[in-house]
C-alpha cells in the first residue's frame, strides 16, 4: 500500500475507534465531533478530495433524517406522545398489560418515528407512570427501549441505519415494511414473554392503582396538522414516492404556519446527528476511494457470503464493536458484490438493529433511557439489562433469520 492509502486507513481506524468508545480520553469529543474531525484530516491529508467527499455523502439519506426529525418535533409539540402516554396509563389494569402497552406503543411508534425519539418522549412517562404506582420501574424502561429497537426495524423511517439501508438499497418502502414487519410483530411478542419470564415477582401481582391524575397537555390545532401531514407522507410512500421527497413535503407543510415560532422547531432538530452521518459518510467512503474497501471485502468474505446465519452474525458483532451506523456504512459498498443483494439489505437492517438489544451500549436509545432513569434515581445497570438483553436479541435473531430465509 501506499503512504496514502496507509494515511487513509489510520484516520479511519482512529474515527471508528473513538466513535465506538464515544470519546477520546482527556478530550471532550463526541461521535459527531470526532467523525468530523476524521473527515476533514482526510480532506486536508488529500486522502479525499474535496468534490469526492460530497459526492460520498448520502443527500437523500441526510434529507430523510433531517425531515424526520422536523416532523418529530412538531409531534412533541402538540403533546401526541403524551396523550399516548396517558391514554396507556387509563388503560394499564395490570403489572402484565401495563408491560403489554408499553412495547406495543413503543414498537408501533418507532416503526413510524425515530426510536430515539420514542425512548426520549416516553421513558420520564413510564418513570411516573411505574412510580406512581409503586412498582419497580425496570423491567417496564428495559420492554420500552427493547420494544423500540425491535419496533423500528419494519420501517424504512425507524432508526437511522435503516434509512441508511433504505436509500442505498433503492427498497420501495411498501416492500421494506412487508418484508420486516412480520420480525418486528413476533419480535415485541417474544420480548413481552421474555421480560415477563424473568421478572415473575414483578409480573405477578394484581390490580394496579392508577388514581392518579394525569394532565393534558397537548395542542389540538397543532396536533390535527401533524397528522394530516404524517398521513400524506405515509401514503406517498406506500404509493412508493420518493421517500425522501415525501418526506420533506410533509416537513415543509408543518413549517408553513402562523402558530408556531421556527426556532422551536429547530431547537428540537439533533444537528449533531446530520454532522456526524454526514462525516461518517465521508470517513467510511474513503476506504472506496482508496480502494481498500475491495480489500476488506476479500478479508470478510467467507463470512459475508458464508450464509444468512453467519452474514447475521458479522453485523451484529460488528454493530456492538463501532455501533450499528458505522457498520452499515461499512457495509454498503460490500453488499453491491453480492449475488443477492436485496437479501443481503434486509439482513443488514435486521441484523444491526436488533444488534442493539444485546447490552446497554448496544444502541444510542439504551443509553438515553439509562441517562433519563438515573437522573430521576433510577439504576438500569449493566447487567440488569444484559439478563434480559442477551435472550431478547438472541431470540428475535432467529425469528429474523428463519423469516428472511423464507422470504429467499
Given at each position: 500500500m501506499t503512504a496514502e492509502t496507509v494515511f487513509c486507513a489510520g484516520v479511519v481506524l482512529a474515527t471508528l475507534i473513538g466513535v465506538a468508545l464515544g470519546r477520546y480520553p482527556a478530550?471532550?469529543?463526541n461521535r459527531a465531533t470526532i467523525a468530523f474531525v476524521g473527515a476533514v484530516v482526510l480532506l486536508l491529508g488529500g486522502a479525499v478530495r474535496r468534490e469526492d467527499a460530497w459526492r460520498l455523502i448520502d443527500w437523500d439519506t441526510i434529507a430523510l433524517l433531517f425531515a424526520m426529525m422536523v416532523i418529530n418535533a412538531n409531534f412533541r409539540l402538540s403533546g401526541f406522545f403524551h396523550l399516548v402516554g396517558s391514554w396507556v396509563a387509563r388503560h394499564a389494569k395490570t403489572p402484565r398489560r401495563l408491560l403489554a402497552l408499553i412495547v406495543f406503543c413503543a414498537g408501533v411508534l418507532s416503526a413510524l418515528f425515530l426510536n430515539d425519539t420514542i425512548v426520549l418522549m416516553f421513558t420520564p412517562l413510564v418513570l411516573d407512570m411505574t412510580l406512581a404506582m409503586r412498582r419497580n420501574p425496570v423491567p417496564y424502561l428495559i420492554g420500552l427501549v427493547c420494544a423500540?429497537?425491535?419496533?423500528?426495524?419494519?420501517?424504512?423511517?425507524?432508526?437511522?441505519?435503516?434509512?441508511?439501508?433504505?436509500?442505498?438499497?433503492?427498497?420501495?418502502?411498501?416492500h421494506f415494511t412487508l418484508a420486516l414487519a412480520p420480525v418486528a410483530i413476533l419480535g415485541l411478542g417474544l420480548a413481552w414473554l421474555i421480560i415477563v419470564a424473568l421478572h415473575r415477582q414483578e409480573f405477578a401481582a394484581g390490580p394496579l392503582d392508577t388514581s392518579f391524575p394525569i394532565p393534558d397537555r397537548h395542542y389540538r390545532p397543532l396536533l390535527r396538522k401533524s397528522l394530516l401531514a404524517a398521513g400524506a407522507m405515509l401514503v406517498a410512500f406506500l404509493a412508493g414516492a420518493p421517500i425522501a421527497m415525501s418526506a420533506l413535503g410533509a416537513a415543509a407543510v408543518l413549517l408553513v404556519t402562523r402558530r408556531l415560532k421556527p426556532a422551536r422547531v429547530f431547537r428540537e432538530i439533533d444537528w449533531s446527528l446530520l454532522?456526524?452521518?454526514?462525516?461518517?459518510?465521508?470517513?467510511?467512503?474513503?476506504?472506496?476511494?482508496?480502494?481498500?474497501?475491495?480489500?476488506?471485502?476479500?478479508?470478510?468474505?467467507?463470512?459475508?457470503?458464508?450464509?444468512?446465519?453467519?452474514?447475521?452474525?458479522?453485523?451484529?458483532?460488528l454493530s456492538n464493536v463501532v455501533s450499528n451506523v458505522p457498520a452499515v456504512m461499512l457495509f454498503r459498498h460490500l453488499i453491491l458484490a453480492l449475488p443477492d443483494p436485496r437479501s443481503a439489505w434486509l439482513a443488514l437492517a435486521a441484523a444491526t438493529t436488533l444488534a442493539g438489544n444485546l447490552t446497554l451500549l448496544g444502541s444510542v436509545a439504551n443509553l438515553i433511557v439509562a441517562e433519563i432513569a438515573r437522573a430521576r434515581g433510577v439504576r438500569l445497570g449493566f447487567v440488569a439489562y444484559l439478563r434480559a438483553g442477551v435472550p431478547i436479541t438472541l431470540a428475535t435473531l432467529a425469528v429474523a433469520i428463519l423469516w428472511l430465509s423464507v422470504l429467499r
Amino acid at each position: 500500500m501506499t503512504a496514502e492509502t496507509v494515511f487513509c486507513a489510520g484516520v479511519v481506524l482512529a474515527t471508528l475507534i473513538g466513535v465506538a468508545l464515544g470519546r477520546y480520553p482527556a478530550l471532550r469529543m463526541n461521535r459527531a465531533t470526532i467523525a468530523f474531525v476524521g473527515a476533514v484530516v482526510l480532506l486536508l491529508g488529500g486522502a479525499v478530495r474535496r468534490e469526492d467527499a460530497w459526492r460520498l455523502i448520502d443527500w437523500d439519506t441526510i434529507a430523510l433524517l433531517f425531515a424526520m426529525m422536523v416532523i418529530n418535533a412538531n409531534f412533541r409539540l402538540s403533546g401526541f406522545f403524551h396523550l399516548v402516554g396517558s391514554w396507556v396509563a387509563r388503560h394499564a389494569k395490570t403489572p402484565r398489560r401495563l408491560l403489554a402497552l408499553i412495547v406495543f406503543c413503543a414498537g408501533v411508534l418507532s416503526a413510524l418515528f425515530l426510536n430515539d425519539t420514542i425512548v426520549l418522549m416516553f421513558t420520564p412517562l413510564v418513570l411516573d407512570m411505574t412510580l406512581a404506582m409503586r412498582r419497580n420501574p425496570v423491567p417496564y424502561l428495559i420492554g420500552l427501549v427493547c420494544a423500540a429497537n425491535i419496533g423500528s426495524v419494519a420501517t424504512i423511517t425507524g432508526n437511522p441505519q435503516n434509512m441508511i439501508v433504505g436509500m442505498a438499497s433503492g427498497i420501495p418502502f411498501a416492500h421494506f415494511t412487508l418484508a420486516l414487519a412480520p420480525v418486528a410483530i413476533l419480535g415485541l411478542g417474544l420480548a413481552w414473554l421474555i421480560i415477563v419470564a424473568l421478572h415473575r415477582q414483578e409480573f405477578a401481582a394484581g390490580p394496579l392503582d392508577t388514581s392518579f391524575p394525569i394532565p393534558d397537555r397537548h395542542y389540538r390545532p397543532l396536533l390535527r396538522k401533524s397528522l394530516l401531514a404524517a398521513g400524506a407522507m405515509l401514503v406517498a410512500f406506500l404509493a412508493g414516492a420518493p421517500i425522501a421527497m415525501s418526506a420533506l413535503g410533509a416537513a415543509a407543510v408543518l413549517l408553513v404556519t402562523r402558530r408556531l415560532k421556527p426556532a422551536r422547531v429547530f431547537r428540537e432538530i439533533d444537528w449533531s446527528l446530520l454532522v456526524f452521518f454526514a462525516s461518517l459518510f465521508v470517513v467510511t467512503g474513503s476506504l472506496q476511494v482508496k480502494g481498500l474497501s475491495d480489500r476488506l471485502f476479500a478479508f470478510s468474505k467467507p463470512w459475508v457470503e458464508g450464509g444468512l446465519p453467519a452474514f447475521c452474525a458479522v453485523a451484529v458483532v460488528l454493530s456492538n464493536v463501532v455501533s450499528n451506523v458505522p457498520a452499515v456504512m461499512l457495509f454498503r459498498h460490500l453488499i453491491l458484490a453480492l449475488p443477492d443483494p436485496r437479501s443481503a439489505w434486509l439482513a443488514l437492517a435486521a441484523a444491526t438493529t436488533l444488534a442493539g438489544n444485546l447490552t446497554l451500549l448496544g444502541s444510542v436509545a439504551n443509553l438515553i433511557v439509562a441517562e433519563i432513569a438515573r437522573a430521576r434515581g433510577v439504576r438500569l445497570g449493566f447487567v440488569a439489562y444484559l439478563r434480559a438483553g442477551v435472550p431478547i436479541t438472541l431470540a428475535t435473531l432467529a425469528v429474523a433469520i428463519l423469516w428472511l430465509s423464507v422470504l429467499r
